[in-house]
């Protein structure tokens, strides 16, 4: 099982909590944000285009303890930029397992090896380590050559040294389907707890607008990834939300169910977008005009959006909103095959080249040196 009974036992028992108390909006993971630097450039991204006085702004752990208290939310994703970047990231760790905090820690894992001594192995620590794909896919993704294997090094001393492990794998258009599903092998050889999917969302600010999927080749992507699937793939995240990405449920967008906090305060709408911010979580929830959000808003801007930190939340609110969600459910986990005929034809589809014609898309030789602080 890819996610401890422990850690799910946490998130239904407070799901349904906030259920009993009769709220409908309510946090579920917390997206805490404690700098946008990183050492990587990749042409995706939309959170590194900002000027150098604000890459070098980042929250202190006192500002972090404060917005996951007044969150409540059971699990705390640390994203960037490049969390291991920031000089306090271990006290902030440290503050958030006191807390007993379910904390993914998501790293392209360049200064894993070097950083993990100011870490403890704990259930409440998992590095969430960004993955795109194999060797050449992941490289091309990062806008680095040799990427890949740093990663692995730094996976591979992470688990050495009995921490929780996880992948963070975002699928763009031009996506190899089975290129992906050898991917799964790999990483499940490797030993990781599991891994997490999503397809990419089109930032304003990323350098690269020309490989974003549109909700159909979502769909149409993910069906042949997975579908027919192999017994030994181990996926950290809700099943629904897979089928999902799949075309098997049409859910709205939960936009408050991961909310994020960052240097600028708590950001409207979601992670996605910047709509604006509030300087408290009420604040975020009763001034933020959520009807403007979401594929069903007709917002131009969540268009095509199938992003898990929209629609995650979404898929564990069906869970536990009725006996015939929670019996959807317990069917994903236990019947997860999905023999589909027509989704094997679409493995033997020839898949678009890796490299792109896009100039703004280019493979580094070197990593960009480590930000100063």
Sequence with gaps: MAVPISQMWT???YVLGQKLKGRKQYP??????????????????????????????QLTPEECFRAVDECGAPTVAIPG???LLHPQVGEIVEGLVARRKYIYLCTNALLLKQKIDLFKPSKYLTFSVHMDGQREHHDFSVCLDGGYDKALEG???????????TTNTTLFDGADPKSVRAFFDEMMDLGVEGMMLSPGYS?????????????????????????????GWRFNMSPLFLEFLMGKHDYPCTPWGMPTFNVFGWQKPCYLLQDGYADTFTELLETTEWARYGTESGNPKCANC??????????V????????????????????????????????????????SNPLVQIESHAPEETAV
Excluded at 51 to 56: I, M, R, S, T, W
Excluded at 155 to 165: C, N, P, S, T, Y
Excluded at 203 to 231: C, M, V, W
């Design 11 to 13: 998130v239904a028992t």
């Design 28 to 57: 579920l993971v917390l997206m805490l944000e404690p700098l946008f630097r990183c050492n990587l450039a990749c042409a995706g991204c939309g959170k590194i285009q900002y000027p150098a006085h604000v890459l070098k702004m």
């Design 81 to 83: 930029g490049e969390p």
């Design 155 to 165: 996976i591979k001393e992470a688990l050495a040294r009995g921490f929780r492990v």
């Design 203 to 231: 930032y304003e600010k990323a350098p690269d607008q020309s490989h974003f999927l549109g909700r159909a080749r979502t769909r149409r992507l993910f069906r042949g990834i997975l579908s027919n699937r192999k017994p």
């Design 306 to 315: 199938m992003v898990h930190s929209g629609y995650e939340a979404s898929a």
């Design 317 to 356: 609110n069906h869970t536990f909103s009725s006996v015939s969600g929670l019996w959807q459910t317990v069917r994903a986990m236990v019947s997860n095959r999905y023999e589909d005929p027509a989704a094997l034809r679409l493995l033997e589809e020839p898949a678009r080249p890796v490299h792109s």
